[in-house]
C-alpha cells in the first residue's frame, strides 16, 4: 500500500493503541535511533551516572560499571524494537500473544512502573536543576520555585505528550543535537577540575568493592531496559518490511550513546562534595556562563525523558481503561507521577526511592523481555494483529486467549524468574534471603534471566501451545498441538517476519 504523508506536528495525534494502518508507517530506523537517544540523553540519565561515585566507587570503575551497565542493557534492549512493525501496537499490547491478552496487563503494569519513575526523575532533576541555575544568576526562590519548576516542566511534557507521537519526534529531533552540544560544551567548564584518577570515598555503599560494582551495574542497566516497553511505541510507524538487522541496529546505538550523559554525569560527580546533593551541587560550583547552557540541558532534557516515559503508558493506559482516550490516559498518568514528584521531593530520600525503583525495573523488566524474545523466536515473528486487540475491544475469544485470557506457560515462567531475582537481591533497600550467598554479590539478574531462559521453553514441551498461534510455517525450536483458535474470534490479518 502507499504510504501517507506523516502527519502535521501540531495536530493532535488521533492514533491510540489499535493497529497502525500499514500507509502510517512512515518512519524509518533512524527516527527510532533518535527517539531512544533523545529519551536518553537528558540529565535523568546524567544523574543515573553519578550514582556509581555515590556508592563510593572510583572514576575507574564507575567507568567500567557504566560501559558494562550500557552494552549489558542494550543486547537485552534491541530485540523489543522487532514486535512493532509486525503488530502494528505498542509492546504492552503485542506481549498479549504470549502472555495472553487479558495477561499482557502485566506489561502495561511494568511501563506504568516505569514511566511513573523515570518522568519523576526527569521533573525532579529538571526542576532542581532550573532552581540551582536560577541561583546562580541571582534569582533566590526557595521551596516555591522548586514547586513551580515541577509544574513549568510537567505542563511542558504534558502538552507535547497530548499532541503525539510527530510532535515527540520533532523535540527529539532538537534534544539529540542540542543536549549533546551542551554536555561538550561542560568540557570547558569543568575540564580543569576534573582528575580522572578519582578514587572514590572507599566508604562502599554495600561494604565491599564486588558487591557495591554490581549494584552500580544494575542501575545504570535501568536506563536501557526501561525503553523495553516503549520502543513498540514509535517502532509501530516503521514498516514491517524493514530489515531485522537495521531494527535491531538503531536501539542498540542509541544506547551507546547514552554513554555521553552517563560520562557527563559520572565526570561531575567527582567534582561535587556531596553526589547525593548532585544537582545542587553542581549549580555551585558550575561558572557562571556555564549557567544558562545548564539551565537549557534540564530544559531539554526534561521535556525529552519525560515525554517518551508519559506518552508509551498514557496510550496504554487508555486501553486498560476503555473510557479514557490517549490524551485523558496521559494526563491521569502523569498527574499521578507529578503528585510523586512533589511527595518524593518534600517528604521523603529521593535518591534512595530512584536506586529502589531502578533495581526493580531491572528485575521485573528483563524477564518479561527475555519471553518475549523467546516468543517471537519460536514463532517466527508471526502474529495475528487483529486477535491482539481481543481485550482492547471488550470481546473475548481469537489466537491469543488460551485459558481466560492468559497464557500460563509465560505468566509461570516471569513469576518464577521475577522471584528468583528478588530473592538473590542484595540493594540497599532490597536484600532478598539469598542476597549473600555470593559475599554480598547481587547475583539477582543472572538469577532472573537465566530462570526465565529455561522456565518459558520448558514450560512449551510441557505444555504445548496450539498450532494456530505460529502460523504457517509452524514453530520453530518448540512442539506445538493440534488445536482451532477460539471460533469467537474474526480472521485476521498476520504480520511475519520478510
Given at each position: ?55 563510593g566507587l572510583g572514576f575507574t570503575a ?359 531475582g528478588l530473592l538473590f537481591a542484595n ?42 498461534v505460529f502460523g504457517p510455517e509452524g ?24
Amino acid at each position: 500500500m502507499p504510504q501517507s504523508q506523516p502527519a502535521p506536528v501540531t495536530e493532535v495525534e488521533s492514533h491510540g493503541v489499535a493497529p497502525i494502518p500499514v500507509p502510517d508507517q512512515t518512519s524509518r530506523p533512524f527516527d527510532l535511533f533518535r527517539l531512544t537517544f533523545g529519551g536518553a540523553n537528558t540529565f535523568a540519565t546524567i544523574i543515573l551516572g553519578t550514582l556509581p561515585i555515590a556508592y563510593g566507587l572510583g572514576f575507574t570503575a564507575a567507568l567500567a560499571a557504566t560501559l558494562v551497565g550500557v552494552v549489558l542493557g542494550a543486547l537485552i534492549l534491541s530485540p523489543m524494537a522487532l514486535f512493532g512493525p509486525r503488530t502494528r501496537t505498542n509492546n504492552a499490547v503485542s506481549s498479549g500473544a504470549h502472555f495472553g491478552v487479558v495477561g499482557r496487563s502485566l506489561g502495561s503494569l511494568l511501563s506504568l512502573l516505569t514511566a511513573v519513575t523515570f518522568f519523576s526523575i526527569s521533573v525532579w532533576v529538571s526542576g532542581d536543576a532550573i532552581v540551582g541555575a536560577a541561583a546562580r544568576l541571582g534569582l533566590h526562590g526557595g521551596d516555591t520555585l522548586r514547586a513551580a519548576a515541577y509544574g513549568v516542566i510537567a505542563v511542558a511534557v504534558f502538552v507535547v505528550c497530548v499532541y503525539g507521537y510527530q510532535f515527540m519526534l520533532l523535540i527529539n529531533k532538537v534534544a539529540v543535537v542540542a543536549g549533546s552540544a551542551l554536555m561538550l560544551l561542560g568540557v570547558f567548564a569543568y575540564g580543569g577540575s576534573f582528575d580522572p584518577s578519582f578514587a572514590g570515598s572507599g566508604d562502599y555503599l554495600l561494604g565491599g568493592f564486588w558487591p557495591t560494582w554490581v549494584l552500580a551495574v544494575l542501575t545504570i542497566m535501568a536506563n536501557p531496559v526501561s525503553f523495553g516497553g516503549f520502543l513498540g511505541d514509535w517502532s509501530r510507524y516503521i514498516p514491517a518490511t524493514t530489515s531485522t538487522r537495521r531494527m535491531l541496529a538503531a536501539p542498540f546505538l542509541a544506547q551507546v550513546c547514552t554513554l555521553l550523559p552517563f560520562g557527563f554525569g559520572l565526570a561531575t560527580a567527582t567534582l561535587v562534595a556531596d553526589p547525593n546533593q548532585y544537582v545542587s551541587g553542581l549549580s555551585e560550583l558550575s561558572p557562571l556562563w556555564y549557567a544558562l547552557p545548564l539551565l537549557l540541558v534540564a530544559l531539554v532534557g526534561g521535556l525529552s525523558t519525560g515525554t517518551t516515559a508519559l506518552y508509551g503508558t498514557g496510550l496504554d493506559f487508555s486501553s486498560l481503561v476503555p473510557r479514557l482516550n490517549r490524551v485523558q490516559g496521559t494526563v491521569v498518568v502523569g498527574s499521578l507521577a507529578l503528585a510523586l514528584v512533589f511527595v518524593g521531593t518534600f517528604l521523603f530520600d529521593f535518591v534512595e526511592t530512584i536506586n529502589a525503583f531502578a533495581i526493580l525495573i531491572v528485575l521485573l523488566t528483563s524477564p518479561w523481555m527475555v519471553i518475549l524474545m523467546l516468543g517471537y523466536l519460536f514463532r517466527r515473528g508471526f502474529y495475528l494483529v487483529e486477535d491482539l486487540q481481543v481485550f482492547n475491544e471488550g470481546r473475548r475469544g481469537g489466537a491469543y486467549w488460551f485459558r481466560s485470557g492468559v497464557n500460563w506457560r509465560a505468566m509461570a515462567a516471569w513469576l518464577l524468574a521475577a522471584s528468583a531475582g528478588l530473592l538473590f537481591a542484595n540493594t540497599p533497600l532490597l536484600v532478598g534471603p539469598l542476597g549473600n550467598l555470593a559475599a554480598g554479590i547481587d547475583l539477582s539478574l543472572p538469577a532472573a534471566l537465566v530462570t526465565a531462559a529455561v522456565a518459558y521453553p520448558a514450560a512449551l514441551f510441557l505444555s504445548p501451545e496450539p498450532r494456530s498461534v505460529f502460523g504457517p510455517e509452524g514453530p520453530r525450536l518448540v512442539p506445538a498441538r493440534e488445536e482451532a483458535a477460539d471460533p469467537t474470534s474474526p480472521e485476521a490479518p498476520a504480520a511475519q517476519v520478510r
